[in-house]
């Protein structure tokens, strides 16, 4: 049972480029999250998930898209990614019980946009 | 729309000494309310989590936490520090809706001076 991973760890892009980073889970949770995590900010929510093939937006969704095709999947993708993205990315999920549920959260995945 | 202020960014303290980490909540709505902790190069992990009943709440390692509606405050309090509670503190707000979303505060980093 490894709970929340996320790949890749760390990852180095220059302006323009895009990447997609992968979120999965294996504890069959419903509502999965993408959050960013940046100095004196705290954690901002990007995107969120309450089941396979829905998604909609949280506080800072510009710049990024997602998809969750399956349950155990949720994906943030920079289609051109800018200075302003470099980040830790944070992926969490929890089950059907909503606020009920603790979010657990992956180790994270720090970006560089040069 | 709710929020979150931490009030101190870092509280060094001495080990075996008691802490006390602030944070007050504004919102229109009843909430729920968490604290999480971070260690170095990690991901968020529940510390512990108030969502209705006795508002002296009990958590992991130790810690607790009250919830006061009155001063809109949720501070977390330890008797005595450990080394190994050298991390980053992070209190939330979740708005009870569905998609049970958090709003997190900027975080207080406590370092435990031996």
């Known amino acids: 049972n490894a709970g929340v991973t996320q790949t890749p760890k760390f990852r180095v892009l220059k302006t323009g480029q895009s990447m997609t980073l992968l979120c999965a889970q294996d504890m069959n949770h419903e509502y999965m999250y993408w959050y960013r995590q940046d100095p004196g900010m705290g954690l901002r929510l990007i995107h969120y998930?309450?089941?396979?093939?829905?998604?909609a937006k949280g506080e800072v969704p510009d710049g990024y898209n997602v998809s969750r095709l399956k349950k155990q999947n949720f994906l943030l993708g920079l289609e051109s990614a800018a200075p302003s993205q470099t980040s830790v990315y944070f992926c969490?999920?929890?089950?059907?019980?909503?606020?009920?549920?603790?979010?657990?959260f992956g180790p994270g995945t720090r970006l560089l946009v040069l | 729309a709710q929020s979150v202020t931490q009030l101190d960014s870092q509280v060094p303290v001495f080990e075996e000494a008691p802490v006390e980490l602030r944070c007050n909540y504004s919102?229109?709505?009843?909430?729920?309310l968490f604290w999480y902790v971070q260690y170095p190069n990690q991901g968020l992990q529940l510390l512990l989590k108030y969502l209705s009943g006795s508002t002296l709440v009990k958590g992991i390692n130790g810690f607790e936490a009250e919830f006061n509606k009155s001063q809109t405050s949720f501070h977390l309090r330890k008797p005595s520090v450990h080394i190994s509670d050298t991390a980053e503190y992070f209190c939330a707000v979740s708005d009870r809706g569905g998609a049970n979303n958090l709003f997190f505060g900027t975080g207080t980093r406590l370092t435990v001076i031996p």
């Open positions: 919102s229109s709505v009843s909430v729920y």
């Open positions: 969490a999920s929890c089950g059907l019980a909503g606020v009920l549920e603790t979010q657990y």
């Open positions: 998930s309450v089941g396979e093939g829905t998604t």
